[in-house]
């Protein structure tokens, strides 16, 4: 069993190896992968100048933990930013300052206050989604309450990982520590993706991971499964819940089975001619078929995630938050860490995020 910071970093470095190895065949047909790299597909990552780059993905959710860090207080810079009254408003503007970092151009002596934007690495456009970019230039926030569109895209699910490890009142005073988790990731990815599906999906992320980590739930389907029901009770009757009860429990089937890996991330929900994660619901599916078929090796089910015709980087990243903070930072070669181009943020990332768990853990004791 790892240890909180174990699961953290593996939480986070588990993510961005996904996010890296997906990021190279992203745009490219599992036909165009096979021709490019072997039938197996990617095996490991493709290294441009010695670098493993990480896109948007990683990008937001190291905005995330700025965001939650801000709220907790802990910030390393304070500057001219006061603490804002909740945590979706602190995660609004964190992601403002990402927006900056891919419409602005980096000045060292640029006073947003926060270490993450001060690091050259992370101004760099690494195809972000356009729902996020067009939410966030809009200057509104979205809620679950008041959506600010009707995107189901997976640009919500894929950043919200860290919410898993927050404390009690982070999502609201009123608001359990066992749903915190649930209802903080649901509102994160709510500030840009306004369909139930887009922040239903994230939510569900988070509180799987919170399982995991916090109340020992020994296997991926039996998270899956809780988060579910838990989401059905939160919000009853949401548009496409039904749909996303039939991908999760059939991509929890399929992984049990001895069906090619690319063929039953293809079949999974067939009427709908699968989106290829590029939803929030389908790359959760996706992610938890690849974490149940390999829920002992995080390269496995990393490679597994990644090699299809769709939304690759982002199902990679979204199964390494999942099944690293699972098995902990140990599950992943240093070949996998070593690279990474955002490598020295994730550090810094890990130890705030610890500092914001170990007060959700003092609750637990």
């Known amino acids: 069993m790892p240890t909180l910071s174990q699961s953290i970093r593996g939480c986070l470095f588990g993510g961005a190896a996904g996010d890296a190895l997906g990021y190279a065949v992203e745009f490219l047909s599992w036909q165009q992968i096979q021709q490019r790299y072997g039938e197996r597909g990617i095996q490991e990552y493709a290294l441009t100048g010695g670098l493993a780059e990480v896109s948007d993905d990683t990008q937001m959710t190291l905005f995330t933990v700025l965001g939650m860090t801000h709220h907790a207080g802990r910030a390393l810079y304070s500057l001219d930013y006061k603490t804002p009254p909740s945590a979706a408003s602190a995660l609004h503007w964190a992601y403002l300052a990402w927006l900056e970092t891919q419409i602005g151009t980096f000045d060292p002596d640029r006073t947003w206050g926060d270490w993450l934007s001060l690091r050259p690495e992370l101004w760099k456009w690494q195809a972000p989604g356009n729902t996020c970019l067009g939410a966030l230039r809009s200057g509104n926030r979205g809620t679950i309450d008041r959506p600010i569109n009707s995107s189901k895209g997976c640009g919500g699910v894929m950043r919200t990982a860290p919410c898993a490890f927050a404390p009690a009142g982070f999502a609201g005073d009123d608001v359990p520590d066992a749903e915190t988790a649930m209802i903080l990731g649901a509102q994160a990815a709510a500030i840009t993706h306004g369909h139930p599906m887009g922040w239903i999906s994230a939510g569900m992320l988070s509180d799987m991971i919170y399982r995991l980590v916090y109340q020992d739930v020994p296997t991926i389907e039996e998270a899956a499964l809780a988060s579910l029901g838990l989401a059905r009770q939160l919000w009853p009757g949401a548009e496409g819940m039904d749909r996303l009860e039939r991908l999760i429990r059939d991509a929890l089937d399929r992984a049990h089975t ?24 389908d790359a959760l599916a996706i992610a938890l078929f690849a974490a149940a078929r390999h829920p002992d090796s995080l390269t496995d089910a990393l490679r597994t995630a990644v090699n299809h015709s769709g939304d690759s980087d982002s199902t990679g990243a979204v199964t390494g938050n999942l099944l690293g903070a699972k098995l902990g930072i140990q599950a992943l070669p240093p070949r996998w860490i070593e690279p990474l181009d955002v490598h020295e943020a994730l550090d810094v990332a890990a130890e705030q995020l610890a500092g914001i768990a170990r007060i959700k853990e003092a609750g637990h004791a």
Request: overall charge negative.
């Open 258 to 281: 001895d069906q090619a890996e690319e063929a039953a991330i293809s079949a999974l929900d067939p009427a709908w001619h699968g989106s290829g994660g590029w939803c929030g619901d």
